[in-house]
Nanobody
Framework: QVQLVESGGGLVQAGGSLRLSCAAS????????MAWFRQAPGKEREFVAY????????YYHDSVKGRFTISRDNSKNTVYLQMNSLDPEDTAVYYC??????????????????????WGQGTQVTVSS
């Protein structure tokens, strides 16, 4: 059973920064590709960022490139999302997700909600103007 717990959300002014964390209760965490998605009120859940199990590959949605950075610490079973230059358009609930162990894919594949087997409960990020 894979359990994911996000933390680090909150209220921040436009231009500010937040770092989200996702603690995973997974055996062999280093085998799992991880991703962050977000969902704003009235909108579908959308892909934000992905990091491969090997850490060598990362993907980002165009809207966050250059502002957000995904990383992982396999010794702590944790994946992070550093968010800088936040904009009110970034306001959403942010979800951590785990993919199939040892899997990989191109951007199109890893940006699909269906590619992930486990999800956290989400953490709210609100950016005020």
């Amino acid at each position: 059973q894979v359990q994911l717990v996000e933390s680090g959300g909150g209220l921040v002014q436009a231009g500010g920064s937040l770092r989200l964390s996702c603690a995973a209760s997974i055996r062999a965490f280093s085998r799992y590709p991880m991703a962050w998605f977000r969902q704003a009120p009235g909108k579908e859940r959308e892909f934000v960022a992905y990091i491969s199990w090997s850490e060598r590959i990362t993907y980002y949605h165009d809207s966050v490139k250059g502002r957000f950075t995904i990383s992982r610490d396999n010794s702590k079973n944790t994946v992070y999302l550093q968010m800088n230059s936040l904009d009110p358009e970034d306001t959403a609930v942010y979800y951590c997700s785990a993919g199939q162990p040892d899997s990989s894919g191109n951007y199109f594949n890893v940006a699909q909600v269906s590619a992930y087997i486990s999800w956290g409960q989400g953490t709210q990020v609100t950016v005020s103007s």
